[in-house]
């Protein structure tokens, strides 16, 4: 795990209050709809931002040469695919294989790969999964519905300001004839994260 920038922390606590305050003042002047706000939010947590982590997930599986570039210098290799920026920089992905699982937390704040994976969902953020995830992994997975085996080794990784991370989902058995969109589309938010396997 990696050490957190605690100035960084304090600067994102800072314009979480401000987005806050706009969004107040905005809606009082009745020049914002708060629940159009959430449901755009929402779509570009759940939606939107996740596919661009799709497309490369389904790449990975279908492209080994993508695959082994990925995985060596995943921010040179999603940046082929036109997916870079702030909050991007200083990317790796983890594989998950038939041995080890990995899963993301930011135990500090809630430091998370945008270009890739959207917004954060709301879980991701709170403090309950940031230190129970450290602590035991295996029951807040079993929490997702994500159950291992128990000699499959689970590593949790710490994203912070100076790296972020993504997981590489296993590819289930059975999609060998699949095309990668078609690959893209069972890729979730939540396997790219690894509170689940798929």
Known sequence: MHDHDHDHHHEEKGMALRVKALEQILSEKGLIDTDAVDAFVELYEKKIGPKNGASVVARA???PDFKARLLENGTAAVAEMGFSGLQGENFVVLENTAEVHNVVVCTLCSCYPWPVLGLPPRWYKDAPYRSRVVKNPREVL?????????DKKIKVWDSSAEIRYMVLPERPDGTE???EAELADIVTRDSMIGV???
């Open 196 to 198: 689940t396997q798929l």
């Open 61 to 63: 599986w279908t492209d």
């Open 177 to 179: 004839s699949k095309s």
């Open 142 to 150: 079993a929490e997702f519905g994500t159950v291992l085996p128990d």
